[in-house]
């Protein structure tokens, strides 16, 4: 079998592993990405959120990013029949990024992709890695091509950015069941009509259908706006058993007050995909020679668009820490990478649960008045610290809605209910 030697070897070639690639580039002598995909190709998690510009910007990745002209987002908007709530990232607690992306995927990962490939880092595509062994910190890694053909890969570090693929948590029987229950998604991207007057266009938009059953509208600036639900399983069956899945999102839409205005017979940009089970968690983030990045590693729920921003900032955080321990530093994997992307996720994961047990949902909609789409939300003071938790600043100790995060939304919503 044909033999290969690098320094640094990246599973895949989504935005955790470009990242990491861009930041290696410079650094590492032998850097390769093995990518099983043929770019541009398909792939959910289109509303980015502020803190991943700070990653694309460290790397030298924001200027590219910038010419490709993207719908610009500012803020997030929750809508629960005619109450509104917004947050405007302009207006946030953490002194950081005020604006981000609403991207095409299959675009934005292959501009990503292609820019670290001209920067010299070579990408094998529709290379998938079937195999790995480990002897200490070594490892020799089989990848197949295409045509069947394989061959062995021997790396001193090994950055697993393969999402959805978990490649290392699977070959390493690490698969560990996520704490978050099975949930189901069904998603398209549609043209919009233009409203007259309205503009939806700089802002993700939330709509609460039932506690456990919402809806997300997403616009690109190419005209499609990205319409999905996600819920319990048992929220979809009623809508199973009577259409095609183009049926069961054109009667969803008809039932969303505000989603129906902007989508009724609006047409497909693309088919519908309905997808399943997707929260995932690996028992380990770290081994010997090898860092589990990005959805690999630990995947929640799309509510709050967290997805992207936990692949780059893991991807760079195992780059930085893969390339010392090369230079031959001690690297204490548990607390500056486990530990450290540990403690962001469990912020998460609070406001997650509080969003489907209705807390977060009353927070947002108990304080706003009757009226039709009235922004209006507890103090200045709180409605800033949850923006920045919304912004992706989860690491941020000085936000007392990140510190304590358990406690403070209990809290808050007790206080809250009591209007
Ligand atoms: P990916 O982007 O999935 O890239 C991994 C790459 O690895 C792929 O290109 C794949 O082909 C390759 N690969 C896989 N297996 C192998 C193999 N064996 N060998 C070689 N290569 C391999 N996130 C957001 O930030 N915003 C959102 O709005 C959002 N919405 C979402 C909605 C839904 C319904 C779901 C389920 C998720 C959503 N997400 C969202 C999450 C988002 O999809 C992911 O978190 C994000 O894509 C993870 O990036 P990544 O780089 O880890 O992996």
């Known amino acids: 079998m044909q033999q290969e030697h690098v320094d640094i070897l990246i599973i895949g070639a989504g935005p955790s592993g470009t990242v990491a690639a861009a930041y290696l580039q410079p650094l590492v002598k032998r850097l390769k990405i093995v990518e099983k995909s043929k770019f541009p190709r398909f792939v959910i998690g289109e509303s980015l959120i502020p803190k991943c510009m700070e990653h694309f910007e460290e790397v030298g990745l924001l200027d590219v990013l910038e010419k490709q002209g993207y719908q610009e987002k500012h803020g997030a908007r929750f809508i629960r029949g005619h109450r509104s709530c917004l947050f405007d990232f302009g207006d946030q607690f953490t002194d950081g990024k005020k604006w981000t992306w609403q991207v095409p995927r299959a675009d934005f990962d292959k501009v990503l992709a292609d820019e670290v490939e001209r920067r010299g880092v070579p990408i094998d595509y529709e290379t998938t890695v079937i195999d790995i062994e480990f002897d200490g910190t070594q490892s020799m890694t089989t990848v197949e091509d295409k045509d069947g053909n394989k061959r062995q890969i021997h790396a001193s570090f090994v950055i697993d950015c393969s999402g959805w ?63 999905g639900f996600v819920g319990n399983p048992a929220c979809f069956e009623i809508y199973e058993k009577s259409g095609d899945l183009e049926w069961q999102m054109r009667t969803i839409i008809s039932e969303i007050v505000g989603l129906s205005e902007r989508f009724d017979k609006a047409e497909f940009a693309m088919p519908p995909v309905s997808m399943q089970a997707f929260a995932a968690s690996s028992k380990e983030q770290f081994g010997d020679g090898f860092a589990i990045t990005g959805n690999s590693s630990e995947f929640l729920d799309p509510v709050f668009s ?108 007790k206080v809250v209910r009591m209007y």
Not at 193 to 218: C, L, M, P, T
Not at 360 to 366: M, S, T
């Open 165 to 227: 693929g978990r490649v290392l948590p699977r070959l390493l029987d690490m698969v560990k069941p996520s704490t978050m229950p099975p949930r189901k998604t069904l998603f398209a991207h549609l043209k919009e009509k233009k409203i007259e007057g309205e503009s939806n266009v700089g802002q993700i938009a939330f709509y609460i259908h039932r506690r456990d059953f919402w809806a997300w509208a997403i616009p690109f600036s190419n005209g499609n706006t990205s319409v």
């Open 306 to 413: 967290s997805g992207v921003t936990f692949a780059t900032e893991s991807g760079l955080l195992a780059a930085k820490l893969a390339y010392r321990q090369l230079q031959g530093e001690k690297i204490d994997w548990k607390t500056d990478y486990a530990d450290y992307m540990e403690s962001g996720v469990d912020v998460f994961r609070t406001y997650v649960n509080a969003w489907y047990d209705g807390d977060l949902q009353d927070i947002f909609f108990r304080t706003a008045r009757e009226d039709k789409f009235v922004d209006n939300f507890a103090t200045d003071a709180t409605r800033r610290q949850i923006c920045s938790i919304l912004a992706g600043y989860v690491w941020d100790k000085s936000n007392p809605y990140v510190r304590k995060h358990q406690r403070a939304l209990s809290s808050l919503s």
